[in-house]
C-alpha cells in the first residue's frame, strides 16, 4: 500500500518561504497525478496544487505566482515551494496521489486513492 509522508511544515512570518516535501514509499504513483491539499481553521479541505503525469500544473487562484509544485522521480518525492506566505496560508497541508495520471478537476479529492497526514504550516502576521 503506498504511503505517503509529508515534511517541511513550520512556523513563518508573512513574506516568508517554506517547502514542502512528501516521499512515496513506492513507485506505484510516483508518475501519476499528485496534488496537495491544505484545511485551514474553519475551512473545508481545498486543492491548492496538483501535478499530473505529464509534468502539467494546475494552482488555485490564491496561490498562482507564489507556490511552485515539482516532482523529482529519481528521489520520489513531491515538493511545494511556498513563496511570499500570507496568514491565510495557515493550515495543515496534505499530499495526494491518484491511480490516473491527469484529471480535468484536479483538485476533486475523491480521485485520490492515497494520503499522507499532514504538515502543518502557520504564517504569522
Known amino acids: 500500500q503506498e504511503q505517503l509522508v509529508e515534511s517541511g511544515g513550520g512556523s513563518v512570518q508573512a513574506g516568508g518561504s517554506l517547502r514542502l516535501s512528501c516521499v512515496l514509499s513506492?513507485?506505484?504513483?510516483?508518475?501519476?497525478?499528485m496534488a496537495w491539499f491544505r484545511q485551514s481553521p474553519g475551512k473545508e479541505r481545498e486543492g491548492v496544487a496538483a501535478?499530473?503525469?505529464?509534468?502539467?500544473?494546475t494552482y488555485e487562484d490564491s496561490v498562482k505566482g507564489r507556490f511552485t509544485t515539482v516532482r523529482d522521480n529519481a528521489e520520489n518525492t513531491l515538493y511545494l515551494q511556498m513563496n511570499s506566505l500570507k496568514p491565510e496560508d495557515t493550515g495543515m497541508y496534505y499530499c495526494?496521489?491518484?491511480?490516473?495520471?491527469?484529471?480535468?478537476?484536479?483538485?476533486?479529492?475523491?480521485?485520490?486513492?492515497?494520503w499522507g497526514r499532514g504538515t502543518e504550516v502557520t504564517v504569522s502576521s
Open positions: 501535478i499530473d503525469g505529464n509534468g502539467a500544473t
Open positions: 513506492t513507485y506505484t504513483y510516483s508518475h501519476n497525478l
Open positions: 495526494a496521489a491518484s491511480r490516473f495520471l491527469s484529471s480535468n478537476s484536479p483538485f476533486r479529492a475523491s480521485i485520490y486513492s492515497a
